[in-house]
């Protein structure tokens, strides 16, 4: 066990208790929990509707199939996690991309409008490492182009976009509640926000067996449904993420502080008064990351590369598409750059501290 670790998940007994009502007194599968937990969480992003799905991943397929990108190309970054463009793929559409942006690391609003094709069905940007992607010019370049507009929000519960929560500004925004995100349920589990009630309705049947009535069925869905348990363990933690986040933009501030004047590390975005990012990950750009990820682990402190292969150069993607190096050189460049420090709500000041102590250390600062 690290001495300082990446992550760890919030566990308390009000969580557990909340689990095991639910267990106890309700339905299994879908049950009030369940159906309280998207209540609840609809309105916390702002929108008429949250549907619960089985995970962040499935958030996104069956988001995409609802909205028919089958046989279609659906537009993202390649800086992000597999699972990203492997739900294109999942969708029945083929994943196209756009280099990401440099100064936020998320997909480059600039390049995506002009990598938009007439086989488009949807643009997806990421909210990478929990900070807003750049929303204005993609809506913009989405309504001009007459195409969907979908947001991984899977690291980004809670982060604002001009006043607006992320995952309420496209046509759908997708969530993930695994246990190293900023809230989880106990487990795998995600969320699909809408105001558009006949995508909602679409979601909600493919994720229950493409069922409209107990034994009658119109599409070919998919199981893959919110467990009430976890439901229960969600509802506890969207009780506090808003003071978790702010905790963890706190320790980001307090990393930026002690770390501002190493040339070898260029820090990740703060904010502005546009853009409040919550830091599901502090991912920094720095000078050899893999000999200062050594350092690190023999001093006990965890650290982690998001993401050391972008999607594009992943053997599966090479083998399906043919995508080679210096294809998407920005997103190549950070792949071999980036590298995540511990942050967690729970994580101390002096703890911070001694990270950035060590940072410093291994650079002669």
């Known amino acids: 066990m690290a001495k300082i670790p990446m992550a760890r998940p919030v566990v308390t007994e009000e969580m557990v208790e909340a689990m095991g009502t639910a267990i106890r007194n309700e339905r299994m599968v879908m ?9 609840e969480f609809a309105r916390y992003i702002g929108t008429k509707y949250a549907i619960g799905v089985g995970s962040g991943t499935a958030a996104l397929q069956l988001t995409m199939i609802a909205l028919g990108v089958h046989g279609k190309e659906v537009l993202s970054t390649p800086f992000s ?37 007439p086989k488009t069905a949807a643009m997806l940007p990421v909210h990478l490492y ?3 992607a750049d929303m204005d010019p993609m809506v913009a370049a989405c309504k001009k182009k007459g195409i969907a507009l979908i947001e991984d929000a899977c690291q980004a519960h809670g982060a604002i976009y001009k006043g607006r929560k992320v995952g309420s500004i496209g046509d759908a925004g997708c969530f993930s509640f695994y246990p190293t995100k900023n809230m989880t349920v106990g487990g795998d589990g995600g969320m699909v926000t809408t105001n558009d009630e006949k995508l909602a309705k679409e979601i909600s049947k493919l994720r229950d067996c493409g069922r ?72 920094m ?69 001694i990270v950035s102590e060590a940072v410093r250390e291994f650079y002669g600062g």
């Open 212 to 283: 409209v009535s107990r034994y009658m069925h119109d599409v070919v869905g998919f199981t893959s449904r919110l467990n009430s348990v976890n439901a229960a363990f969600g509802r506890v933690q969207l009780r506090h993420l808003d003071g978790w986040n702010e905790r963890r933009r706190a320790i980001a501030k307090l990393y930026a502080k002690e770390l501002k004047d190493l040339k070898q590390v260029k820090l990740p975005p703060q904010g502005s008064k546009d853009i409040v990012p919550v830091f599901h990950l502090f991912a």
């Open 31 to 39: 049950g009030e929990s369940a159906h309280k937990f998207e209540e």
């Open 130 to 132: 929990g900070h807003p």
């Open 285 to 353: 750009k720095v000078e050899k990351r893999d000999e200062l990820a050594d350092f690190l682990a023999k001093k006990g402190i965890d650290s982690a590369v998001h993401y050391p292969i972008p999607i594009h150069l992943q053997p599966i993607y090479r083998q399906l598409y043919g995508y080679k190096e210096g294809s998407f050189p920005v997103s190549e460049k950070l792949s071999t750059s980036m590298i995540s420090m511990p942050m967690f709500p729970e994580l101390k000041d002096e703890e911070v501290k």
């Open 81 to 117: 996690f597999i699972a990203t463009a492997n739900a294109v793929v999942e969708a029945g559409a083929t994943p196209k991309f756009a280099d990401a942006r440099e100064s936020d690391y998320n997909l480059d609003p600039v390049k995506a409008e002009k990598a938009i094709g």
